[in-house]
């Protein structure tokens, strides 16, 4: 008889849905408020509106398609049930090769407490990798008094949620939260931004600088297709944004269309907002180390972005530079997870470095 680890530690199991009598609601009901994408009035959990990823994919179809997925998402509400379960379902299954199921197709939820200052983590959703619809446990409150509690629940982070639900227990209140700052950033980038290479949902680059920052924060994060397009960037514009951090040199600098397309896509932004835009540079990867071509490559965008900010600056526009090769320190290929995207370490470290540029900015609160 073939063994496996589920044999000897229960703790792997994979979550029921459970036998307890629940009350179901869709999570875009009065009850739930919801964050990161201006498109959740329309059917689905996308990052853009349907006309907004329909006049991208006239000229980038991968962008337009990174743009239905969740990343970045967030339900946030109240309430003192004492059993709370999800249900999911998904565009797709698990698929990737350098994810985890839980960070590519999976929930995470946190709720507040006073013991670590903020939100911590509750529980994740742990399911059969090969379904493409999940119900699962993710509340531990069935033996501890009922009381209103603060919850976070963030959406997977490289699929296309098609519907999602939230049960509580029955008579259990609950109400929308909201967050104490009323400040709205958006980060846009590769797929590092994305948030491959995270665990779970909860540690992509945005749900940590939304937790740390206690504000909204828009990911826009598109996998191997941020190419800074003028479109792009008067779609961004229109988002009603207090900061812009990007970071797509990963994507746009493999060749010439960020040096082509940088200048066009912060004039379409800033035609709509004139707010504090940081521009990044890419952390570096393990093959800088024996790839030349690569190397100088960086060198050049390095150079180039710094001189980028430094121009729009002599025009007023408040736009900084931060070097990502600074963000990893000692021996850098430790904070990836294949050489290039970083692991949960390295997400902590590129919010670290969002978090400081945001503050140096004088636009968020100590």
Same mark, same amino acid.
């Given at each position: 008889?073939t ?5 000897f ?32 009035e ?28 969740s990343?970045?998402i ?5 309430t ?5 379960r ?6 797709g ?20 407490d ?43 982070l490289y ?5 999602l ?5 029955? $008579?259990? *209140? !609950?109400?929308?939260? =909201? &967050?104490?700052? +009323? %400040? ?7 797929? /590092? ?13 945005t ?6 920052? $206690?504000? *909204? !924060?828009?990911?826009? =994060? &598109?996998?191997? +297709? %941020? ?7 008067? /779609? ?23 040096r082509?397309?940088?200048?066009? &896509? ?42 980028l ?31 290039v995207?970083?692991?949960d ?22």
């Amino acid at each position: 008889m073939t063994k496996n680890i589920f044999d000897f530690d229960t703790n792997m199991q994979q979550q029921g849905g459970g036998d307890r009598p629940l009350v179901w609601r869709d999570a875009k009901g009065p009850e739930f408020a919801r964050f990161g994408s201006d498109a959740l009035e329309e059917e689905g959990w996308h990052r853009l509106t349907a006309a907004q990823r329909a006049r991208i994919r006239a000229f980038n179809d991968g962008e337009a398609w990174c743009a239905e997925h969740s990343s970045g998402i967030q339900v946030k509400f109240e309430t003192d049930a004492s059993d709370i379960r999800v249900r999911v379902t998904l565009d797709g299954k698990f698929n990737m090769t350098n994810m985890t199921e839980t960070g590519q197709c999976g929930v995470d939820l946190y709720v507040y407490d006073e013991r670590v200052g903020g939100y911590a983590l509750h529980e994740v959703a742990r399911y059969d990798l090969d379904a493409s619809y999940y119900e699962v446990p993710l509340s531990h409150f069935v033996h501890a008094p009922r009381k209103m509690r603060r919850y976070i629940l963030n959406l997977p982070l490289y699929i296309a949620v098609k519907k999602l639900e939230i049960g509580l227990d029955e $008579g259990a *209140e !609950v109400r929308p939260a =909201g &967050f104490a700052c +009323s %400040a709205r950033i958006g980060v846009y980038g590769t797929s /590092i931004v994305h948030g491959c290479g995270a665990s779970r949902p909860g540690l992509a680059p945005t749900n940590l600088l939304s937790r740390r920052l $206690g504000c *909204e !924060v828009y990911n826009f =994060g &598109f996998s191997g +297709s %941020a190419m800074m397009e003028p479109d792009v960037g008067d /779609i961004l514009g229109a988002h009603g944004l207090d900061a812009l951090i990007v970071d797509v040199e990963p994507n746009a600098g493999c060749d010439e269309r960020l040096r082509d397309n940088a200048e066009p &896509f912060l004039d379409a932004f800033f035609a709509h907002r004139d707010v504090p835009v940081v521009l990044f540079s890419r952390v570096p990867f393990a093959l800088d180390l024996y790839d030349d071509y690569r190397a100088r490559m960086a060198d050049y965008y390095r150079a180039f972005l710094r001189e980028l900010a430094k121009t729009y600056r002599k025009r007023g526009r408040l736009v900084t530079f931060a070097d990502g090769f600074k963000l990893f320190k000692g021996n850098f290929t430790e904070y990836t997870c294949d050489g290039v995207h970083p692991d949960d370490v390295g997400m902590r470290a590129l919010t670290d470095a969002y978090e400081r540029e945001l503050r140096r900015l004088g636009r968020m609160k100590p």
